[in-house]
């Protein structure tokens, strides 16, 4: 009797644990916290790289997501003490004399209008130049500077399968420059668009053709892809030509442009020779070349051009608008072969603006930029509101809105400039973080903010800060990208390089000293120099390790002389023997236990010695 009842008993109140489990179990999947959505267990690694400007400072910064760990700062356009970017001979060749850039907007490269994670690219605003790196190594291989362009901003936006990387003129310029009146602003200035071809196997970027354009501040760009492919689409403020007090002169007119360019059109006036070559390029006249470009008027002072991943939509995010203008491709076909259109700047026709645009979605203050999901939604910054708006696209509701914090620039879906949105987060770069993180003295830094909008409303998850000073961002699946973990030392070609200790040696050609060395744990060969004053001394270093993670250091006392050498890697730094006296040098890249044991020292002899 006892038995039986107690195996009842059992059975009774099994069934509610097991169903109180179950449910358990339901509830967690369906709603996990914002915690357990962004936490990435230690020793697991993110699914998200995303690639975050860095502004003035001339960097890109790498994040995981998504954590929001910061995993690596990319010098470009400005040195890196501790890597030695900007003080070896290879890097400073690269950098081209300059020790600054303004990087603004990195672009991955595209297959079939997809990132394929072979190469980012980044604009510098500053001094008119596109930077490429290598996402094999994740280092600067090159930077281009574009002839004619006066502050590069509408750059680089990547065509669809990177056929060409854009630049535009944000400040323009005499072009080409030379020394005229400022007040003849409006004569003898001009905006230059530019098409940069990328080679399809190496890599290398050419100034392939640039068109002239009327002094307009051209701001963003996009290119068209799907039904709009052999289109890009830059915005541009200041159609008020204004050169003195911008901020007013320039945001009179209720609309400026959109510049629709049909580059493969340009393509053929460039092969028949339609062109006149300026420092170098070859440059497009549209007052002379008809059909290559035409204005899509557009409220106002927009700043986001951003083409929807099926190419139909050109979306502009008037800045100073409470609405952002949705411009149909196949209606601006149409209007241009009506011919309909509202006058012409500098041989440009200028669309009616009923004829092309198809919605205007109010968003709210302040639309900056345009990302878009996997689901037909869009998504927009608004810099005055302080907000993301979700909208869909063919209704063109607005359908959720989420504050960030604070005063948001530009936002990054996954794969969100493509034609295959993948989803799941938008992340927002904030100007501002007001007191969001511990303080540090008067400048804080800027913010990130991960939102989910996998769910019919935006969720909120995390804040990170970011180093100065994401414009751009853009996210790619982890799985796309697999770097060299180490320099195979049989592959290594450099004309410096040595791969053994028995190759090391000095040679000497009058007052110019090459040392072939060696960093190996814990030791480099050869450690005892001697030289003599006024000596152009060439350190050509090869790290002889095939490991995984062991980079060596070389830094020289008294001098500013430290890079970093990577597993199998020779890098080439000068150094000149200024001063007689003794230098000591070290790794300066914690190696080994025997690491603060690497070191050498270097002898300058007096010239009057001898
Ligand atoms: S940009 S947010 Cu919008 Cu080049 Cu600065
Ligand atoms: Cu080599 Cu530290």
Same mark, same amino acid.
């Given at each position: 009797?006892?038995?039986? #009842?107690?195996?009842?008993?059992?059975?009774?109140?099994?069934?509610?644990?097991?169903?109180?489990?179950?449910?358990?179990?339901?509830?967690?999947?369906?709603?996990?916290?914002?915690?357990?959505?962004?936490?990435?267990?230690?020793?697991?690694?993110?699914?998200?790289?995303?690639?975050?400007?860095?502004?003035?400072?001339?960097?890109?910064?790498?994040?995981?997501?998504?954590?929001?760990?910061? $995993?690596?700062?990319?010098?470009?356009?400005?040195?890196?003490?501790?890597?030695?970017?900007?003080?070896?001979?290879?890097?400073?060749?690269?950098?081209?004399?300059? %020790?600054?850039?303004?990087?603004?907007?990195?672009?991955?490269?595209?297959?079939?209008?997809?990132?394929?994670?072979?190469?980012?690219?980044? #604009?510098?605003?500053?001094?008119?130049?596109?930077?490429?790196?290598?996402?094999?190594?994740?280092?600067?291989?090159?930077?281009?500077?574009?002839?004619?362009?006066?502050?590069?901003?509408?750059?680089?936006?990547?065509?669809?399968?990177?056929?060409?990387?854009?630049?535009?003129?944000?400040?323009?310029?005499?072009?080409?420059?030379?020394?005229?009146?400022?007040?003849?602003?409006?004569?003898?200035?001009?905006?230059?668009?530019?098409?940069?071809?990328?080679?399809?196997?190496?890599?290398?970027?050419?100034?392939?053709?640039?068109?002239?354009?009327?002094?307009?501040?051209?701001?963003?760009?996009?290119?068209?892809?799907?039904?709009?492919?052999?289109?890009?689409?830059?915005?541009? +403020?200041?159609?008020?030509?204004?050169?003195?007090?911008?901020?007013?002169?320039?945001?009179?007119?209720?609309?400026?442009?959109?510049?629709?360019?049909?580059?493969?059109?340009?393509?053929?006036?460039?092969?028949?020779?339609?062109?006149?070559?300026?420092?170098?390029?070859?440059?497009?006249?549209? /007052?002379?070349?008809?059909?290559?470009? +035409?204005?899509?008027?557009?409220?106002?002072?927009?700043?986001?051009?951003?083409?929807?991943?099926?190419?139909?939509?050109?979306?502009?995010?008037?800045?100073?608008?409470?609405?952002?203008?949705?411009?149909?491709?196949?209606?601006?076909?149409?209007? %241009?072969?009506?011919?309909?259109?509202?006058? !012409?700047?500098?041989?440009?026709?200028?669309?009616?603006?009923?004829?092309?645009?198809?919605?205007?979605?109010?968003?709210?203050?302040?639309?900056?930029?345009?990302?878009?999901?996997?689901?037909?939604?869009?998504?927009?910054?608004?810099?005055?509101?302080?907000?993301?708006?979700?909208?869909?696209?063919?209704?063109?509701?607005?359908?959720?809105? %989420?504050?960030?914090?604070?005063?948001?620039?530009? *936002?990054?879906?996954?794969?969100?400039?493509?034609?295959?949105?993948?989803?799941?987060?938008?992340?927002?770069?904030?100007?501002?973080?007001?007191?969001?993180?511990?303080?540090?003295?008067?400048?804080?830094?800027?913010?990130?903010?991960?939102?989910?909008?996998?769910?019919?409303?935006?969720?909120?998850?995390?804040?990170?800060?970011?180093?100065?000073?994401?414009?751009?961002?853009?996210?790619?699946?982890?799985?796309?990208?697999?770097?060299?973990?180490?320099?195979? *030392?049989?592959?290594?070609?450099?004309?410096?390089? $040595?791969?053994?200790?028995?190759?090391?040696?000095?040679?000497? #050609?009058? #007052?110019?000293?090459?040392?072939?060395?060696?960093? %190996?744990?814990?030791?480099?060969?050869?450690?005892?120099?001697?030289?003599?004053?006024?000596?152009?001394?060439?350190?050509?270093?090869?790290?002889?390790?095939?490991?995984?993670?062991?980079?060596?250091?070389?830094?020289?006392?008294?001098?500013?002389?430290?890079?970093?050498?990577?597993?199998?890697?020779?890098?080439?730094?000068?150094?000149?023997? !200024?001063?007689?006296?003794?230098?000591?040098?070290?790794?300066?890249?914690?190696?080994?236990?025997?690491? /603060?044991?690497?070191?050498?020292?270097?002898?300058?002899?007096?010239?009057?010695?001898?």
């Amino acid at each position: 009797m006892r038995l039986i #009842n107690c195996g009842k008993i059992m059975r009774l109140l099994s069934l509610p644990l097991l169903v109180g489990f179950l449910g358990l179990l339901f509830a967690c999947k369906g709603g996990q916290s914002p915690a357990e959505k962004v936490y990435v267990p230690p020793g697991k690694l993110d699914s998200y790289y995303a690639f975050l400007s860095g502004g003035h400072s001339g960097q890109i910064g790498v994040f995981g997501l998504p954590s929001g760990r910061l $995993i690596k700062m990319i010098p470009v356009f400005a040195p890196d003490v501790a890597i030695g970017w900007g003080i070896d001979e290879g890097s400073k060749e690269i950098m081209g004399g300059y %020790i600054w850039g303004d990087a603004h907007h990195p672009a991955l490269s595209e297959t079939n209008g997809d990132y394929d994670g072979r190469w980012l690219f980044i #604009n510098d605003t500053a001094n008119g130049r596109i930077a490429r790196i290598d996402l094999k190594d994740f280092v600067t291989k090159e930077i281009i500077t574009l002839p004619n362009v006066g502050g590069n901003h509408a750059s680089p936006f990547v065509t669809p399968n990177t056929e060409y990387l854009v630049g535009a003129t944000r400040f323009s310029i005499p072009v080409p420059n030379r020394d005229v009146p400022i007040e003849t602003y409006k004569e003898n200035f001009n905006g230059v668009i530019a098409f940069v071809s990328v080679d399809k196997d190496t890599g290398h970027m050419e100034n392939a053709f640039q068109i002239l354009m009327p002094p307009f501040d051209y701001d963003l760009a996009d290119a068209g892809k799907r039904v709009s492919y052999g289109w890009a689409f830059f915005s541009c +403020y200041n159609s008020e030509e204004a050169y003195k007090d911008l901020e007013v002169e320039a945001s009179q007119k209720d609309r400026d442009f959109i510049a629709a360019v049909n580059w493969k059109a340009a393509e053929e006036a460039i092969k028949e020779g339609k062109y006149k070559e300026i420092n170098g390029v070859k440059v497009i006249d549209p /007052q002379e070349v008809k059909g290559i470009v +035409y204005f899509l008027p557009t409220p106002k002072s927009p700043h986001g051009s951003d083409v929807t991943p099926d190419g139909k939509y050109i979306v502009g995010g008037g800045k100073l608008a409470a609405v952002v203008t949705v411009h149909g491709f196949e209606k601006m076909q149409e209007a %241009i072969k009506k011919g309909d259109f509202d006058g !012409e700047v500098m041989g440009i026709p200028i669309l009616k603006y009923e004829s092309v645009r198809v919605a205007e979605v109010p968003v709210g203050l302040g639309p900056l930029h345009t990302q878009f999901d996997d689901q037909g939604y869009a998504y927009t910054s608004l810099f005055v509101d302080s907000a993301i708006a979700k909208w869909k696209l063919g209704t063109w509701e607005v359908v959720d809105k %989420i504050p960030v914090y604070y005063n948001i620039g530009h *936002l990054a879906a996954i794969h969100g400039d493509t034609v295959k949105p993948r989803g799941k987060f938008v992340l927002a770069m904030n100007k501002i973080a007001k007191g969001r993180y511990l303080p540090v003295g008067p400048s804080h830094p800027e913010s990130a903010q991960l939102i989910d909008i996998s769910g019919k409303k935006m969720e909120m998850l995390l804040d990170f800060p970011t180093p100065v000073e994401p414009h751009y961002g853009q996210i790619i699946d982890a799985t796309l990208i697999k770097p060299e973990l180490v320099y195979p *030392l049989d592959q290594n070609k450099d004309p410096y390089a $040595i791969k053994s200790a028995d190759q090391a040696r000095v040679e000497r #050609n009058g #007052n110019r000293v090459d040392v072939y060395m060696i960093a %190996i744990r814990s030791h480099f060969t050869p450690n005892i120099l001697k030289f003599e004053e006024g000596d152009n001394v060439y350190f050509h270093i090869t790290n002889l390790e095939q490991d995984v993670d062991i980079t060596h250091g070389f830094g020289i006392n008294f001098s500013n002389v430290d890079m970093q050498i990577e597993p199998g890697e020779t890098k080439t730094v000068k150094w000149v023997a !200024e001063k007689p006296g003794i230098y000591p040098f070290y790794c300066t890249n914690f190696c080994s236990a025997l690491h /603060q044991e690497m070191q050498g020292y270097i002898e300058v002899a007096s010239k009057n010695s001898k």
